[in-house]
T-cell receptor
């Protein structure tokens, strides 16, 4: 059974810092990995999708990498802003028609 | 934003009553999913659908049933609600099971008293 772990569970940093969120998964046979953002009381917003054949994806200040063989992904946030405060979720997609397996998330607070 | 609407957005119901949650999409995506989100557990898959009338169980399907009679609608039914089913329920859609992104609705907060 696939298991996804996100470290750290919570993180509080001053505005302007570059930071890295970590995601690991136990079964490397994945089709893709997706990073989401969730604001309190809201749904999930897709940030980046990395296919299993890709090594990284970038969107603005966000960069996600994937090392499928070691079962790891990182989400790099450059020049953090208070508006980046949210919970960040990592999810992997295995074979078949079933859905994503999620980590429990990293709760991020950016201090002004 | 992907066209996904969940209804109702909030509901309080009594133990033992039936409850149906609706997910409606305007994207014509083939795959639809129901997840629940609970503190300490994250999001877990309840049921999913890979086409009209084609559904299957996820990780936490006990006490839930689903139906999909049209591409755009995916219904989640709690036949007899229990307090353990108090949760936030999310619907998701995807055009492809493996390659493309999954998009999520805004969620339904269900409280069973």
């Amino acid at each position: 059974k696939q298991e996804v772990t996100q470290i750290p569970a919570a993180l509080s940093v001053p505005e302007g810092e570059n930071l890295v969120l970590n995601c690991s998964f136990t079964d490397s046979a994945i089709y893709n990995l997706q990073w989401f953002r969730q604001d309190p009381g809201k749904g999930l917003t897709s940030l980046l999708l990395i296919q299993s054949s890709q090594r990284e994806q970038t969107s603005g200040r966000l960069n996600a990498s994937l090392d499928k063989s070691s079962g790891r992904s990182t989400l790099y946030i450059a020049a953090s802003q208070p508006g980046d405060s949210a919970t960040y979720l990592c999810a992997v997609k295995g074979g078949g028609a079933d859905g994503l397996t999620f980590g429990k998330g990293t709760h991020l607070i950016i201090q002004p | 934003d992907a066209g996904i609407t969940q209804s109702p957005r909030h509901k309080v119901t009594e133990t033992g009553t039936p409850v149906t949650l609706r997910c409606h999409q305007t994207e014509n995506h083939r795959y639809m999913y129901w997840y629940r989100q609970d503190p300490g557990h994250g999001l877990r898959l309840i049921h999913y659908s890979y086409g009209v009338k084609d559904t299957d169980k996820g990780e936490v399907s006990d006490g839930y049933s689903v139906s999909r009679s049209k591409t755009e609608d995916f219904l989640l039914t709690l036949e007899s609600a229990t307090s353990s089913q108090t949760s936030v329920y999310f619907c998701a859609i995807s055009e492809s099971s493996a390659v493309l992104e999954a998009f999520f609705g805004q969620g339904t907060r269900l409280t069973v008293v």
